[in-house]
């Protein structure tokens, strides 16, 4: 986009401030617009299998709806408890909101459409993920209230155990695909399977790995089943209790924005991203896009079909899947995918 | 542009440095530290160092300041008490600052006589022209430094292990233990016996 603006007669330096924030409001706001047309669908797939109708009434087919939540949401009155620590009371919000932002800033949408192509992507990825604890700590520590601060150290204790697994599986799959950037990892699946199937799921070694990812991609955003940290029989509302109108609101953009990037990426890593489903040409007529588009969606259905259909976890079993499942499952599967890789790859000399 | 961004991270980290000694509420002072741990990586960044870049955001800021703040926000710490023994500590304190502020002076002062040559501590390990900085210091780990590279590892896992044997504690009694797999394998026949027992005859249990 940098060339474009060069094109209207910039200087090259202004230019690149110029694209920078084009690409950022592009990225941005269609974003919104996803998250707030997503929550619509989610309430729709649950009302589905739950045999309910869902939002019907707010415009055609209640398609309107989250718009007139917003509204609602925007107008409501912030109320800040008296004893809450007020700074950082409403800068937890902030914070939730802004991280679940910045990662898009490396995710590539099709070839070459991507803010910021750096070869540590997927590094930038964890990083930026694992600052989302901030955000719920932060809140549940300011509200200076009982039940936020056991829904916060929940949540921290749960992103961080899940984190340490989802850091292996990077692993396994950098492992494959020999680099950090986003682009190339897609790159690296054109024609993974056997020669025709694009990604890495179609994979001995790799489709376990992706069930462990997708499970703990659940945990990370803090879905069904794992939604302890608003189990509402138990904490009310969790660290979101104290909050009202956009402070609320800024939780739950945050909120489904990181979920929709876990969806992404369990597109990117595991579905080839971009490139369609297998390698036949004619399906490279329609734009990497949509693929991109159409997978990240599958995506979103599963992880709303789980919420719809599964029950809730007891905290100390959510914890044993972490630590004592998924950890040294993962850890074999490093093991064993370097091992293979070995022996494939790099000639078996030890 | 580099340099805007430079004196920015730099002042920010510095600013951020100082908040976090003088926040009169320790949990602000941690978040401080954090936003200088932020700062640090995006000085990395500029130089080129994008992969400990990375590494310094998930392993300090993602992990050991989350367990910083958890044990600052949960330990109810007394300030007036932590004031007093301020004056206490003061020498101590400032001792460590001049120590660490003559090895600075040292240590770029030896860089700028051309004592020091960084990236190549003996001459061998020039970086690999044109790869990328996570390859670069993946190759120098694994072949030159690799005994150094084993010997933190073990010394990691030592310290894991010792922090296990140091807060495991057996269970009192086995109660309250399950077996989920045992939970999972369990079936409907095996829970409940259906009985016909006539009239006045009661049931074995």
């Known amino acids: 986009m940098t060339d474009f603006f060069i094109s209207l007669g910039m200087d090259p330096t202004w230019a690149f401030v110029v694209a920078t924030i084009a690409g950022i409001l592009l990225i941005a706001l269609p974003l919104m617009l996803a998250v707030a047309m997503i929550i619509y669908v989610d309430r729709k797939v649950w009302a589905a299998i739950n045999l309910r109708r869902g939002p019907n009434v707010v415009g055609p087919f209640g398609l309107l709806q989250s718009f007139a939540d917003g509204l609602k949401v925007f107008l409501q009155e912030t109320i800040i408890p008296s004893a809450a620590n007020k700074g950082i009371f409403i800068l937890a919000p902030i914070i939730t909101f802004t991280v679940a932002l910045l990662a898009w800033a490396v995710i590539p949408f099709d070839a070459g459409v991507v803010l910021a192509d750096i070869n540590v992507g997927l590094l930038y990825i964890l990083a930026i993920s694992s600052l989302g604890v901030y955000g719920v700590t932060m809140s549940g520590w300011a509200s200076n209230s009982k039940y936020p601060f056991f829904s916060a150290m929940r949540a921290a204790a749960q992103m961080i155990s899940y984190e340490v697994s989802i850091g292996f599986i990077l692993v396994c799959v950098v492992l494959y695909a020999g680099t950090f950037n986003l682009s190339d990892i897609v790159d690296a699946q054109k024609g993974h399977g056997l020669g025709f199937v694009n990604g890495y799921w179609f994979n001995v070694l790799l489709f376990p790995m992706w069930v462990v990812f997708f499970i703990s991609s659940l945990a990370e955003t803090q879905r069904v089943p794992f939604d302890l940290t608003e189990a509402e029989s138990e904490l009310v509302a969790g660290y979101q209790t104290e909050y009202s109108s956009m402070s609320f609101a800024l939780f739950w953009l945050g909120e489904y924005a990181n979920i929709l990037l876990m969806c992404s990426l369990n597109t990117l890593l595991f579905f080839g991203g971009w490139l369609p489903p297998v390698d036949w040409a004619p399906l490279y007529a329609v734009p990497g896009i949509i693929w991109f588009f159409a997978k990240t969606f599958f995506f979103f259905f599963m992880f709303s079909w789980v919420m719809a259909t599964v029950p809730r976890y007891r905290y100390d079993q959510l914890m044993r899947l972490g630590w004592k499942v998924f950890l040294p499952m993962s850890l074999l599967f490093v093991f064993l995918i370097s091992g293979w890789l070995m022996l494939t790859r790099y000639g078996g000399a030890a | ?205």
């Open chain 2, 1 to 205: 542009m580099t340099v805007f961004a430079f004196y920015l991270f730099a002042a920010l980290m510095i600013a951020s440095g100082a908040f976090t000694i003088f926040a009169r509420n320790p949990v602000h002072s941690v978040l401080w530290l954090i936003l200088a741990f932020f700062n640090a990586a995006g000085l990395m960044i500029i130089v080129g160092a994008e992969f400990l870049a990375m590494l310094l955001v998930v392993v300090y800021v993602g992990a050991v300041a989350v367990l910083f703040l958890f044990v600052v926000m949960m330990l109810n710490i007394d300030f007036a008490e932590m004031r007093a023994g301020f004056m206490k500590n003061a020498p101590l304190g400032v001792a460590i600052a001049v120590i660490l502020l003559a090895e600075l002076v040292l240590g770029i002062g030896a860089y700028r006589a051309g004592a020091l040559d960084l990236g190549t501590p003996d001459g061998s390990a020039t970086p690999l022209v044109g790869e990328s900085n996570t390859e670069n210091v993946g190759a120098l780990l694994y072949s030159d430094y690799l005994f150094l590279f084993e010997v933190a590892g073990i010394i990691l896992l030592v310290a894991m292990i010792g922090a296990i044997v140091l807060t495991h504690r057996a269970p009192a009694s086995p109660r309250g233990q399950q077996d989920i797999s045992k939970q999972v394998r369990r079936r409907p026949e095996e829970a409940t016996e259906m009985k016909q027992p006539g009239v006045g005859q009661g049931v074995d249990l």
